[in-house]
């Protein structure tokens, strides 16, 4: 009869793995729930920024004067990494007075969204949907320095799409990377087990089942060396001690040996 080599190892394995597998799974969505948090934490607050930044050069300028700064500055971003951000300005009535190129939905309902006036001072974030993509818009209001005066919202847009995807890169990667140690733990957990607990155990049964059988053998070696030796060892003189009280077959039944006596001469 075969052991049941491996069976050890394979339970000891899948309590341990499945456990460290719950764990990382709870890892992973944890790990991507706060990924997701602070990437819109970042995304509202360099709206914010930029909201505020229009704010602080519309108010207390004349509106040429602003939108000739405005023009500059999207003169510059030409040169730079300015695809993903934009602004709009509107006046009361909603109207666009200046814009950024794209970044600006193409819905009636989605712009009305960016050209509603928030409270005083106040900066509000809204998103907004443009195509197959997803727009966050920090919108703020402002009061140019004419007369009369000329007020409006500006709105600072940024395109989440790029960011997002990054982000779902970066968690897939992380993944890729939990996964890989995942197994590597399994395996790191199944090879000792087979080494030091279940080889010994092995030799053990082997033994056990010739007892049974009346095959008294001797152990072999302790393949390992901790608390298994000193159980082999007591196993060993276990056997012994059996092997030398071992009462024979014919014996079994409660016979008793019957010894040829001297002969009787006859009378």
Same mark, same amino acid.
């Given at each position: 009869?075969?052991?049941?080599?491996?069976?050890?190892?394979?339970?000891?394995?899948?309590?341990?793995?499945?456990?460290?597998?719950?764990?990382?799974?709870?890892?992973?969505?944890?790990?991507?729930?706060?990924?997701?948090?602070?990437?819109?934490?970042?995304?509202?607050?360099?709206?914010?920024?930029?909201?505020?930044?229009?704010?602080?050069?519309?108010?207390?300028?004349?509106?040429?004067?602003?939108?000739?700064?405005?023009?500059?500055?999207?003169?510059?971003?030409?040169?730079?990494?300015?695809?993903?951000?934009?602004?709009?300005?509107?006046?009361?009535?909603? =109207?666009?007075?200046?814009?950024?190129?794209?970044?600006?939905?193409?819905?009636?309902?989605?712009?009305?969204?960016?050209?509603?006036?928030?409270?005083?001072?106040?900066?509000?974030?809204?998103?907004?949907?443009?195509?197959?993509?997803?727009?966050?818009?920090? @919108?703020?209001?402002?009061?140019?320095?004419?007369?009369?005066?000329?007020?409006?919202?500006?709105?600072?847009?940024? =395109?989440?799409?790029?960011?997002?995807?990054?982000?779902?890169?970066?968690?897939?990667?992380?993944?890729?990377?939990?996964?890989?140690?995942?197994?590597?733990?399994?395996?790191? @957990?199944?090879?000792?087990?087979?080494?030091?607990?279940?080889?010994?155990?092995?030799?053990?049964?082997?033994?056990?089942?010739?007892?049974?059988?009346?095959?008294?053998?001797?152990?072999?070696?302790?393949? @390992?060396?901790?608390?298994?030796?000193?159980?082999?060892?007591?196993?060993?003189?276990?056997? =012994?001690?059996?092997?030398?009280?071992?009462?024979?077959?014919?014996?079994?039944?409660?016979?008793?040996?019957?010894?040829?006596?001297?002969?009787?001469?006859?009378?």
């Amino acid at each position: 009869m075969g052991s049941r080599q491996g069976r050890i190892a394979s339970q000891l394995t899948q309590w341990v793995g499945g456990t460290i597998i719950i764990l990382m799974f709870i890892f992973v969505l944890a790990d991507f729930a706060i990924e997701r948090h602070y990437l819109i934490e970042y995304q509202n607050e360099v709206a914010s920024r930029g909201a505020e930044g229009l704010r602080t050069l519309l108010d207390g300028r004349s509106y040429e004067e602003s939108k000739a700064n405005l023009e500059a500055g999207v003169n510059v971003d030409e040169y730079t990494e300015s695809k993903f951000r934009g602004f709009v300005l509107f006046d009361a009535a909603g =109207n666009p007075l200046f814009k950024t190129s794209g970044l600006l939905p193409n819905d009636p309902g989605e712009i009305a969204k960016l050209s509603k006036a928030p409270g005083a001072g106040r900066v509000e974030i809204r998103r907004v949907k443009s195509g197959e993509g997803a727009l966050v818009a920090a @919108v703020t209001s402002f009061t140019s320095k004419d007369d009369p005066p000329i007020s409006g919202v500006a709105a600072y847009v940024i =395109n989440v799409s790029p960011q997002q995807q990054m982000a779902l890169e970066t968690w897939g990667l992380r993944s890729c990377i939990v996964l890989v140690m995942i197994i590597g733990t399994m395996l790191a @957990v199944r090879i000792p087990v087979k080494r030091f607990v279940v080889a010994p155990i092995d030799g053990l049964f082997m033994a056990a089942y010739a007892a049974s059988k009346d095959d008294f053998q001797k152990l072999p070696p302790c393949p @390992v060396d901790n608390e298994f030796a000193e159980l082999y060892a007591m196993f060993n003189r276990m056997m =012994n001690h059996l092997s030398d009280t071992r009462v024979p077959e014919g014996l079994a039944g409660g016979e008793s040996p019957i010894e040829d006596g001297p002969e009787q001469p006859g009378e």
